[in-house]
């Protein structure tokens, strides 16, 4: 049996409870972990290095870039952010399944290098439930929601590569509906060839036997 | 949503309990429809036609065949065998998911027709368990032992092509396994690419109020 975690990305429109469902499925499965981004950007009041986010300076994630060491990574309003790969391989190599809540960009890049992750997509119920959930907050103004909603737009074209699609309506289905999906990708075929070839051998060594 | 059924191949060696399998999933879960081959061998003791099989006079077979009214069919021991088309799609069309037990050249067939079916290929935890299994029955010869562990040789080289394999060691941890394996078909993506358009459509019309 193949003992590697699983490496899952998460996407979804901004608004949508993806951080809520992540924070949920990993308290409730501790197999589960949550891949660190690295960011250029400065912490935020409560922020603390390793949890949100590692901080890095300009000179230190462009090292890391040359050097191979994020899975993938994209410049956002002047900063970078990116996912170092050490921690993601230590965690799979470990049996821990790593969670990447990254936009569809990284997700297509994470494929390329690992064609077996799982790309998962979590949906609204419907568009209204979304401009709730934005306009719930509070702190947005209109006229970032309908740049929030304008972006979903955009973001919906590229849900249609990923694998699967997650409905976010109820916190706890949602977070059941996740770890399913995930625990199938255990039976792949493809991650179970060593297991395929064990039985062919043992068969080979019984017919022996018989003669 | 796709309100359409899935379709699922179960494959798997002589013996290791794909029929138990069956049996007990489509027992306790109503919503999986077992599909009944047709056949031109003669019924058995105790057999009832549509029930075990569609029992069919070779001409019946070959204008069925003619007629494109079987998925896949073959020819086994002088006798044809195959998958009444008209059962399957009337029950996927009614939204309930069909499962056809049949063997790898058959399975290769019904993907190629309709690309969304599930391929499973149920495996024993071992070679000794299958062959105990086989012994179990206390009808077959070593002779003929022995020949159904040469063809799991064979088909071992096939389940590489299937899409998720199970291990049938409990009945009931099988039994879930494949219903979580069915159930987790329903979210691909592929299925719900309406549902995808609608969100789009909803958030194009909350924007234009929104101007």
């Given at each position: 049996m193949n003992k590697n975690g699983i490496l899952v990305v998460v996407s979804g429109f901004s608004g949508v409870g993806k951080g809520t469902l992540m924070k949920r499925l990993t308290e409730k499965y501790r197999q589960y972990a949550l891949s660190v981004s690295a960011t250029t950007r400065a912490p935020r009041e409560g922020e603390e290095d390793g949890r949100e986010y590692f901080f890095k300076s300009r000179e230190e994630f462009e090292r890391m870039i040359r050097e191979n060491r994020l899975i993938e990574y994209a410049s956002y309003c002047g900063n970078y952010y990116g996912t170092p790969r050490e921690y993601v391989e230590e965690q799979m190599a470990k049996g821990r399944d790593v969670i990447l809540e990254i936009e569809a960009q990284g997700a297509y890049k994470v494929k390329q290098q690992y064609p077996d992750t799982l790309l998962l997509f979590v949906m609204p119920p419907d568009a209204k439930t979304l401009v709730e959930r934005l306009s719930g907050?509070?702190?947005?103004s209109q006229e970032v929601i309908e740049s929030r909603l304008t972006r979903a737009l955009e973001e919906s074209q590229m849900a249609?590569?990923?694998e699967y699609m997650v409905i976010n309506e109820d916190l706890e289905e949602g977070v059941e509906k996740i770890r399913s999906l995930i625990e199938a990708q255990r039976d792949k075929i493809g991650r179970n060839l060593a297991f395929v070839q064990e039985i062919r051998t043992q068969l080979e060594t019984l017919l022996k036997k018989g003669e």
């Open positions: 907050r509070g702190t947005e249609e590569k990923y």
